[in-house]
C-alpha cells in the first residue's frame, strides 16, 4: 500500500516557478517507479514525468522536457516536480502516482499507475 499528498500548487505568474512534493507513506514506496501527471478540464490525464526507485532514471514528456524536472528522496519518502518557466498551458490539477509493481518506470500510461494521490491545482496567469 502507498498512500500520497500532493502539496506546492497555487496560482504564479507565466515565467514563474513552481516546485511540487508528493508526500508518500507505505513500505513500497522506496521500491516503486514514480511519477507526475497533470488533467486539465475536458481534458485527458497527461504524463508528465516518471522516475526510477534509485532516482538514476528520468523520463518526460516533450511537452515539459528543458523546463520540468522530476527527484526523489527515498529516506523522507518524498517525490518532487520543480516546474520552471511556467505557462498559461501548464494549468491543471497535477497528480502523483506510484506503480508499486515496477522499480522503473514502464510505461507512461496513467493505467500503469496503481496509486494516486488527491491532485494539487497550478493556475498560471497570462
Known amino acids: 500500500q502507498v498512500q500520497l499528498v500532493e502539496s506546492g500548487g497555487g496560482l504564479v505568474q507565466a515565467g514563474d516557478s513552481l516546485r511540487l512534493s508528493c508526500s508518500a507513506s507505505?513500505?513500497?514506496?522506496?521500491?516503486?517507479?514514480m511519477g507526475w501527471f497533470r488533467q486539465a478540464p475536458g481534458k485527458e490525464r497527461e504524463f508528465l514525468a516518471a522516475?526510477?526507485?534509485?532516482?538514476?532514471?528520468?523520463y518526460y514528456a516533450d511537452s515539459v522536457k528543458g523546463r520540468f524536472t522530476i527527484s526523489r528522496d527515498n529516506a523522507q519518502k518524498m517525490v518532487y516536480l520543480q516546474m520552471n518557466t511556467l505557462k498559461p498551458e501548464d494549468t491543471a490539477v497535477y497528480y502523483c502516482?506510484?506503480?508499486?509493481?515496477?522499480?522503473?518506470?514502464?510505461?507512461?500510461?496513467?493505467?500503469?499507475?496503481?496509486?494516486w494521490g488527491q491532485g494539487t491545482q497550478v493556475t498560471v496567469s497570462s
Open positions: 507505505g513500505r513500497t514506496f522506496t521500491s516503486a517507479a
Open positions: 522516475i526510477s526507485w534509485s532516482g538514476g532514471r528520468t
Open positions: 502516482a506510484a506503480d508499486s509493481a515496477s522499480a522503473v518506470p514502464r510505461d507512461f500510461n496513467p493505467r500503469a499507475y496503481n496509486y
